[in-house]
């Protein structure tokens, strides 16, 4: 009699790859959020540089900046919102944990 190895279902592979494409989805945007503070980093030197630190120009890149943090906070919540949804999903006994050992320290 042949014996015959047993693979995990494709349904538990397609939702441990959905999971990772999930996080790696979440990464990207808290990359790209990353970068917009950046921007906004530089727009405050560059409008420092050139106004010679005019009251009334600071005080508008003030408001814009405030704007920015604001929606990027409103972002970063929503962000981890989607990561806790996954908090306990890859645990020692999943078919996908030996592939993603980082995700589940």
């Known amino acids: 009699m042949e014996t ?4 995990p279902s494709r349904h538990e592979d397609s ?3 959905a999971i990772t494409e999930l996080i790696e989805a979440v ?3 808290q990359e790209a959020l990353a970068r ?14 050139l106004c010679k630190t ?17 929606a990027v906070t409103r972002l970063e919540l929503a962000l981890q919102l989607k990561l806790d ?5 890859l645990c020692p006994d999943s078919p996908c944990s030996d592939d993603y050992p980082s995700f589940h320290k």
């Not at 917009?36 to 540089?49: P, S």
């Not at 949804?85 to 999903?89: A, G, S, Y």
């Open 4 to 7: 015959i190895q047993t693979l």
């Open 36 to 49: 917009i503070l950046e921007a906004e980093h530089k727009k405050i030197e560059k409008t420092t540089e």
């Open 85 to 89: 949804l996954f908090q306990d999903c």
């Open 15 to 17: 939702r441990c790859k």
């Open 27 to 29: 990464a990207k945007q």
């Open 54 to 70: 005019d009251v009334d120009d600071l005080v508008k890149i003030d408001k814009s900046v405030e704007r920015i943090l604001a």
